[in-house]
């Protein structure tokens, strides 16, 4: 059973740092493409960024300079990095793999506010 495991969620200042990882198995790993999305109730969810196999990295727009996706391939673990947050940045975030088809992580909150 394949499966995505995250943490690192929480609640943070404007302009603060968080780190949120997802342990993945070995096949999503290593042969999927990794992502992570985010999701607010009143909109759809969003991609935020993505880590192909090979390492190419894609960001959206709204978040590229602030946040990094990386892989560490001892821990087949995908981190995704958020620095200088903003309330707008407030959300669930959702680890995903797609590998022959999507597979989804339960999601972590993640809250910026003063």
């Known amino acids: 059973q394949e499966q995505l495991v995250e943490s690192g969620g929480g609640l943070v200042q404007p302009g603060g740092s968080l780190t949120l990882s997802c342990a993945a198995s070995e096949i999503l790993f290593s042969s999927g493409i990794m992502a992570w999305y985010r999701q607010v109730p009143w909109k759809q969810r969003e991609l935020v960024a993505d880590?192909?196999?090979?390492?190419?990295?894609n960001y959206a727009g709204s978040v590229k300079g602030r946040f990094t996706i990386s892989k560490d391939h001892a821990k087949n673990t995908v981190y995704l990095q958020m620095n200088d947050l903003k309330p707008e940045d407030t959300a669930v975030y959702y680890c995903n793999a797609y590998y022959a088809k999507y597979y989804w992580g339960q999601g972590t909150q993640v809250t910026v506010s003063s």
């Open positions: 880590i192909a196999p090979g390492g190419t990295t």
